[in-house]
């Protein structure tokens, strides 16, 4: 960090607030939209559809975001994002002056849906500008923007429970939707226009399919939409399960603050060591195995004879916000890298189509968690239900090892392409690399480091 400039500072500063504000905005209304539209005669079904609508709208529209990020605008894309998320948050404070359930559910479908718009084309233009602005330190950026996030995940119900107290239903969501909109403002004036920068940059970069069929990326979106439905099974769950233990309302709270507390807490690790130290495929088997364990242990599981108890569970949440973390910040880093390693041009299109990737993937995710928790917790209880993730991260485990396996099999053949600094090569230039290199391609192949989870300052990569 010592070594960034005054303008990756400012565009770290205002992202970090930024996410932190849309954070609060986009969770706020968790503690007291239930109890409000039962008062207008919505049942659990219809208000719970409202909270995942908004997922279901960010995973269609975020590859669409992707794909036109590059004639949009990175920073016109972000700033609009900011700007729908905050007004749409507005809106929402005003529903309790509607009294017929039909319109009253009608407009809250509505309102979540334009908000989830906006929230997704922030999300996708902020980590492309990560990208750019950072490409020495991608996953650290990435992360420490995530730990600001999660934080506003949890300060949000806290923060809106407490000025719906001071104030009723509007206050929260005028107050803090006008704090995204003051954010949005400091954004406009400092991001620098990326537009002019990339204009000459061609649509050569592909597609979304194109992405997806690169097997490393397509690896990186499993894994990302296993971790999603881990984070939204318990979100479902977690308050059925501890129900025996008859905590407080409090301490059900502090619970569920648990694995997210966690995830912020280590994601600026795992960022550092993608970046630096590890290869992010390690990182995301370390993570799926650390989620198994904190799903066999606060099942816990039917094979394992023990009674579930506050301190295993406690011990469990953080194994999972440990796990977790670890396997959206490395997919994250990996999924950059191969798609350039796999001849997409490093420019603001393939950050982009990787960006609505993982928005998109992440919230199939956390709407399909919440889903299919709910239904096998009904059907088979929460025990067998833990069995459910576990297996989905045995997969994704499984599944790397044998792509990392593959990939040293393949660079012992000896075709190979080492590239320093920048991955983007043209063809001409990865024609003179090859003739350039091939008298030292075994010799080469020993010196690499990344594929055997290390390297040095210089970023290192191959291309098969």
């Known amino acids: 960090m010592g070594k960034y400039t005054r303008q990756q ?75 729908t998320t905050a007004t749409t948050c507005i809106m929402f404070g005003f529903l309790d002056r509607i009294n017929d359930t039909n319109v009253f559910i009608g407009l809250s479908f ?23 602005e950072f490409p020495d330190n991608v996953g650290a950026t990435f992360a420490s923007l995530e730990t600001c996030f999660g934080l506003g995940m949890i300060v949000g119900p806290t923060l809106g429970g407490a000025l719906f107290e001071l104030g009723g239903y509007t206050l929260p969501f005028v107050t803090l939707g006008c704090m995204l909109l003051c954010a949005a403002s400091l954004t406009y004036c400092i991001l620098p226009s990326y537009s002019s920068e990339f204009k000459g940059e061609s649509g050569s ?56 507390a966690t995830y912020g807490f280590f994601a600026p690790l795992w960022g550092w060591l993608c970046d630096k130290r590890i290869n992010p495929r390690i990182v995301v088997i370390f993570g799926s195995f650390m989620v198994m ?29 440990t796990g977790f973390g670890a396997e959206l910040v490395a997919t994250f880093t990996s999924a950059h890298r191969d798609a350039v390693v796999n001849g997409f041009p490093d420019d603001i299109e393939t950050y982009g189509l990787v960006s609505g990737l993982w928005t998109s993937t992440f919230a199939l995710g956390a709407f399909i968690g919440p889903s299919a928790a709910g239904a096998l917790f009904d059907w088979i209880g929460f025990g067998w239900a833990s069995v459910f993730v576990v297996a989905l991260h045995l997969i994704v485990a499984i599944s790397f090892i044998l ?4 990939t040293k099999k393949k660079r012992n053949s000896g075709l190979y ?16 690399l090859i003739t350039a290199t091939k008298k030292n391609s075994f010799s080469s192949i020993s010196d690499s480091s990344y594929f055997s989870g290390a390297s040095d300052t210089s970023e290192e990569y191959y291309i098969y």
């Open 9 to 83: 500072w400012l565009t770290l500063i205002v992202f970090a607030i930024a996410d932190f504000c849309s954070a609060v905005c986009v969770s706020l209304q968790a503690p007291f939209y239930p109890i409000l539209a039962e008062s207008k005669g919505a049942t659990p079904t219809q208000y719970g559809f409202v909270f995942g609508i908004f997922e279901l709208t960010v995973f269609i529209v975020s590859p669409i975001y992707g794909n036109y990020l590059n004639k949009i605008g990175p920073k016109f894309m972000f700033n609009a994002g900011i700007f």
């Open 110 to 132: 509505a309102i979540r849906i334009v908000e989830a718009m906006g929230n997704s084309g922030f999300l996708t233009a902020s980590f492309s500008i990560i990208a750019k």
């Open 205 to 260: 970069s592909g597609s979304m399919i194109s992405l997806i069929k690169v097997p490393a990326i397509a690896l990186a979106a499993y894994a990302i939409i296993a971790s999603s439905i881990s984070i939204g099974f318990l979100q479902a769950t977690l308050e059925p399960h501890l129900r025996p233990l008859k905590l407080s309302p409090f301490q059900l709270g502090l619970m569920f603050v648990l694995n997210g």
């Open 293 to 321: 364990i904190a799903f066999i242990i606060i099942g816990p599981a039917p094979f394992l004879p023990i009674p579930t108890t506050l301190p295993l569970c406690i011990f469990a949440l953080v194994l999972h916000g």
């Open 403 to 406: 792509n990392m396996c593959c």
């Open 417 to 432: 392409i080492k590239i320093h600094e920048s991955l983007a090569k043209s063809d001409p230039e990865k024609a003179s």
